[in-house]
Nanobody, 121 residues
Framework: QVQLVESGGGLVQAGGSLRLSCAAS????????MGWYRQAPGKQRELVAI???????NYADSVKGRFTISRDNAKKTVYLQMNSLKPEDTAVYYC???????????????WGQGTQVTVSS
């Protein structure tokens, strides 16, 4: 069964830290690009950070220098370390696994159920 399960969300004061985890099952984890997205109330889902199968990372400008994405292929888990949290980081955070195949053309796009992060001022 293909599944992405997030954990680690919660309520934290501004300036605090949280570490999100996303455990994958049912996929060959190490060939997927993994990402964290978030969606605040009334807003569109946005990319927070991605880490490719090769280990390259990319971050949204709003979280650069504060968030760190990492992966443990042996544990089939991707992490998001969030430091210096701000109230505007409040959102539901979603884990994403993506893989694109050129021949034949096919895309695998998997999502977790989300975990709530609330940052109080």
């Amino acid at each position: 069964q293909v599944q992405l399960v997030e954990s680690g969300g919660g309520l934290v004061q501004a300036g605090g830290s949280l570490r999100l985890s996303c455990a994958a099952s049912g996929i060959i984890f190490n060939i997927y690009d993994m990402g964290w997205y978030r969606q605040a109330p009334g807003k569109q889902r946005e990319l927070v950070a991605i880490i490719t199968s090769g280990g390259s990372t990319n971050y949204a400008d709003s979280v650069k220098g504060r968030f760190t994405i990492s992966r443990d292929n042996a544990k089939k888990t991707v992490y998001l370390q969030m430091n210096s949290l701000k109230p505007e980081d409040t959102a539901v955070y979603y884990c994403n696994a993506k893989r694109q195949i050129v021949v034949p053309p096919r895309e695998y796009d998997l999502w977790g159920q989300g975990t709530q992060v609330t940052v109080s001022s």
